[in-house]
């Protein structure tokens, strides 16, 4: 493991903080990038997380089914469920 320099950063009267630079480059943090923040002892744990885009998930599964509409007619309710297991499979690989 790699020691890494400390820095001193301040909270803010909002209780806000910045991380340094050369931190958020480091992993990736751009503006809007989601942290799970959790206390231990007397630390404050930071960690960057990746939180799906449902909104967009929906509409490319809806995008598909719409296609499949198109092309073969009204689908049941398996078929949607089928249509739906195959692109959350797909997405997964």
């Avoid at 790699?2 to 050369?22: F, L, M, R, T």
């Avoid at 939180?51 to 499949?68: C, D, S, T």
Wanted: proline content about 3%.
């Amino acid at each position: 493991m790699v020691k890494e320099k400390a820095d001193i950063i301040v909270v803010s009267s909002k209780g806000q903080v910045v991380i340094p630079q050369e931190i958020r480059r480091k992993l990736g943090i751009m503006p809007k990038t989601k942290m799970l923040v959790y206390g231990y002892g007397d630390a404050v744990i930071l960690k960057k997380i990746e939180v799906p885009n449902v909104e967009k998930e929906l509409r490319e599964m809806y995008r598909r089914i719409n296609r499949r509409i198109a092309k073969y007619g009204e689908l049941t309710q398996e078929e949607i469920a089928e249509e739906i297991r195959k692109y959350r499979k797909a997405k997964r690989s």
